[in-house]
């Protein structure tokens, strides 16, 4: 059977999520440092919270919740940290970048009819920022992806500078996963391959974590390969994410289990880069 369907990770697999995360947050976090004389060691276990509150580790609201800077400077902490907000905003500007080739694959795969699907445990909100600036809204087709947080506002146009169209994904249909279930539950996907009306091997599933992406695909029955090039544990970068983690104690508990319960090996493996996905789609246009 022709694979018709690519089903991809996002997150370290069709961009260095960790790098864009790691240069925008310690670009803050040393403005809030210098404007605050505090020890970064101070604020690492009230980010932790917070993040584990909103279950994600780019909650936009951080600032104004963090107790050590909101004692001191209460209603006007944005105002005063306003500089750590900028220097953020400039550093992820300058990180935000697909990996190679990333973009021509895509439109190779477009072009051949293959429809694009991709998964991610990052929430809409933050997702959807990235598929906007990056292009990638122009060539995914789905997104499947957890609901947001609560908002700590009524009025979330309020906080908006530019009309409600810019916030909107033009081509890419957002769709979401069921809230507080993660990978690698392969039933996600299957309900995935199901919503599509696809069968499990008319799909590629390709992911960069070898306990979540290739264990969940390989559980539901769909080819695997796994994104070598997008490792990133043991760079120095992920300790400072791990520090501010928003993974729970009993998260961090169940993924210490996933990864010592055995050792899964990729079907596939691409090394150097996401083109290496071109082969498994050498078919002509697929009729629609």
């Not at 690519?6 to 210098?34: G, H, K, Q």
């Not at 917070?50 to 004692?71: G, M, N």
């Not at 916030?167 to 599509?196: A, C, F, W």
Request: proline share 5%.
């Amino acid at each position: 059977m022709h694979r018709t369907v690519l089903i991809t990770d996002v997150d370290n697999t069709l961009f260095d999520w960790v790098d864009i995360w790691y240069r925008s947050f310690r670009a803050m976090l040393d403005e809030v440092c210098s404007i605050s004389g505090l020890r970064e060691e101070e604020l690492y276990q009230s980010i932790s919270s917070i993040h584990q509150t909103h279950q994600t580790s780019e909650y936009a609201f951080l600032l104004e919740e963090v107790p050590e800077l909101h004692s001191r400077y209460g209603d006007k902490t944005l105002e005063v940290l306003s500089p750590a907000i900028a220097a953020f905003r400039e550093a992820r500007r300058e990180a935000m970048r697909l990996y190679p080739g990333v973009s021509e694959t895509l439109e190779e795969l477009r072009a051949k009819g293959i429809k694009i699907v991709a998964y991610t445990e990052s929430q809409e909100f933050y997702t959807q920022y990235r598929f906007r600036k990056l292009g990638l809204d122009q060539l995914i087709d789905y997104l499947y992806s957890p609901p947001d947080h609560e908002l700590p506002v009524d009025d979330v146009g309020a906080l908006r500078k530019y009309d409600p169209e810019r916030y909107e994904m033009k081509l890419t249909k957002q769709m979401h996963t069921p809230r507080g279930e993660v990978k690698p539950n392969p039933h996600i996907l299957m309900s995935i391959l199901d919503d599509l009306g696809v069968a499990p091997e008319q799909a590629l599933y390709v992911g960069d974590s070898k306990m979540k992406d290739i264990a969940m695909a390989q559980g539901a029955g769909v080819l695997d390969a796994w994104a070598e090039y997008g490792q990133a544990q043991h760079r120095e970068q992920y300790e400072l994410l791990k520090k501010v983690t928003h993974w729970t104690p009993a998260q961090v508990k169940r993924e210490a289990e996933i990864n010592s319960g055995r050792d899964v090996t990729p079907t596939h493996t691409l090394r150097d880069q996401f083109s290496e996905v071109l082969p498994f789609f050498t078919t002509s246009k697929v009729a629609s």
